[in-house]
């Protein structure tokens, strides 16, 4: 049986008195968890999650990063930086990136391979909205971000990936898909990477379910047998609320 990941993703909110506060508090309420616990914290925020998550079962990841290692690219991050300061995770491809910021499945793919490269964990967002969903498209935007956002990832390398399955719809919109709308959806993706990678690699990646996750709802989508864990947003930046998803599966 796996554990599950849970991941918060900050998105860009907390400032450092605030960001201390909360994983102070946090620290405490998932320690006995055997589930893997995340977060996904604004770049500022980065250095003192590091230090403030030592020696605890925490870790500490970034919400993007650049594919090149240094150079001309004014507001971007490098990998190497993240890692430097003791980052271990990195979200990439979340559909806020894809949407407001022209991230594409070849610029996902480009991001991903240099965190893998760096030795970071990319948490790889995919997702359909409810136009694509509506039209019946779900399943071929579904393939289509992993067959284009994975094109050149090896089965070593998809290892040390994780996915997120977050509709779009789902985000943000206190509107949560169903245990079964998000089970289905997230095994068809595991389908398409059976396709690709074979049964046992499809069978121990981690597909997280992402979108409207809360400590209401987090028990009965963890207890889907294809759901992995979550990355959750608006629920994670209040401390007891996430540890409340973090510890919904024992
Ligand atoms: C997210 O940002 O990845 C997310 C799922 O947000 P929320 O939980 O607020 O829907």
Redesign the pocket.
Known sequence: MKNKIVAG?W?MNKLQKEAKKLIKTLIPLVKDTTNTVVICVPYTDLATAVKLCKDTNIHVGAQNCHWKESGAFTGEIAPSMLKEIGVEYVVIG?S?RRTYFGETDATVLQRTQAALAAGLKPIV?IGETLEERNSGNMENVLKRQIVEGFKDITADQLANIVV?Y?PVW????GVTATDQQANDAIGFCRSVFEEKYGKEAADNLYIQY?????EKNAEALLNMPHIDGG??????LVAEKFAAVVNAHK
Do not use: R
């Open positions: 993703n998105k979340h806020e967002c997120a977050e789902a985000i943000g919109t992402g979108g409207s996750m809360n990355l959750i947003g608006g629920a994670s």
